[in-house]
């Protein structure tokens, strides 16, 4: 069963503007990861942020973790329409464990 | 670097015939993959986690005898869906870990069973 969710469910915005997906966990974790799908294909690796680190930075693309609400955000700046796809969080509990995935979230970027 | 390859990318069978789907590891080590399956607009289900030398652990609900898994090599782990039916269509997906802890995902097979 999947621990993460996430929200929005769907995303619709306009280019140049920011999008921001959260994902929510239930259990402790080891780290998190985000993961980018573009239809019909398989998931692309963005970023891993540690369960002792708060924020983690790759181009446009900035994390948050929260360990204590347990939850993390994605922000996607100055957004284009390469962007669309769906955006997937996933977390493991320790080091080499399984993944968990949340339900993920449709971004559409309009150009 | 991290790249993970699967093969065939689609493929289309008819009802009872067995399917092999590869996942390689292109440019480094993996010790542990996993293989999902996903229908359409959900989010990743793990079918089972195959470490090299040793017997896959499968998730609860997933026949072990229907979806074979093999993991010869470091960087070499395949599924087999044994007598495949319609309801095995789906879009499957490997990753392979690496020491970074990092998951790196294949691009998928899509199957479809007639």
């Known amino acids: 069963s999947q621990q993460g969710e996430e929200d929005p469910q769907a995303l619709s915005i306009q280019e140049g503007e920011n999008a921001t997906m959260n994902c929510s966990y239930k259990?402790?974790?080891?780290?998190l990861q985000w993961y980018r799908q573009n239809s019909g294909r398989g998931l692309v690796h963005l970023i891993l942020?540690?369960?002792?680190?708060r924020e983690k930075h790759s181009g446009r693309l900035r994390v948050t973790l929260d360990t204590s609400k347990k939850s993390s955000s994605l922000l996607i700046t100055a957004s284009r329409a390469a962007d669309t796809a769906s955006y997937f969080c996933?977390?493991?509990?320790?080091?080499?464990?399984?993944?968990?995935f949340g339900e993920g979230t449709q971004l559409t970027v309009n150009p | 670097g991290a790249v993970v390859s699967q093969h065939p990318s689609w493929v289309i069978c008819k009802s009872g015939t067995s399917v092999k789907i590869e996942c390689r590891s292109l440019d480094f080590q993996a010790t542990t993959m996993f293989w999902y399956r996903q229908f359409p607009k959900q989010s990743l289900m793990l079918m089972a986690t195959s470490n090299e030398g040793s017997k896959a652990t499968y998730e609860q609900g997933v026949e072990k005898d229907k979806f074979l898994i093999n993991h010869a090599s470091l960087t070499l782990s395949t599924l087999t869906v044994t007598s495949a039916h319609p309801e095995d269509s789906s879009f499957y997906i490997c990753s392979a870990r690496d020491v970074g802890e990092g998951q790196y995902f294949g691009p998928g097979t899509r199957l479809l069973v007639l």
């Open positions: 259990t402790s974790i080891n780290n």
């Open positions: 942020i540690r369960s002792n680190e």
């Open positions: 996933a977390t493991d509990r320790t080091s080499g464990s399984r993944l968990t």
